[in-house]
């Protein structure tokens, strides 16, 4: 899975940033009783609800690379409407599909 340039630039200028930012990452991430595909999609969602297109990008890359379905992700993206609104769940889907129809 690649990374994006900016993160790239980052771990090149500020190579001891990214690697204690990635090991508390990957700490948190290993630290409870979810599952794999749980965490994934818990990720995703958080995503989705701080409507931060980089990160809904980062979390279907992410997500596809576990072997979640792109169905799993737009389900995800569905469940926002009712609690974040519609305009967020189409937001969502869209940043979605950028990265599916690429897969």
């Known amino acids: ?3 994006p340039a900016p993160y790239l630039r980052l771990t090149e200028q500020h190579p001891e940033l990214v690697e204690a930012y990635e090991r508390f990452a990957s700490v948190a991430h ?8 749980e965490r994934r ?3 995703l969602a958080l995503a989705i609800a701080s409507n ?5 990008h980062s979390h279907v890359r992410q997500g ?3 072997g979640l ?9 569905f469940l926002a409407a009712t609690t974040s609104g519609f305009p967020v769940t189409m937001r969502a889907i869209t940043w979605i599909e950028d990265i599916a129809s690429k897969e």
């Open 1 to 3: 899975m690649s990374k």
């Open 30 to 37: 290993e630290s409870g009783p979810l599952s794999e595909r």
């Open 41 to 43: 999609l818990v990720k």
């Open 52 to 56: 931060s297109e980089g990160a809904t």
């Open 64 to 66: 596809l690379a576990a």
């Open 69 to 77: 379905e792109v169905a799993d992700m737009r389900h995800v993206a």
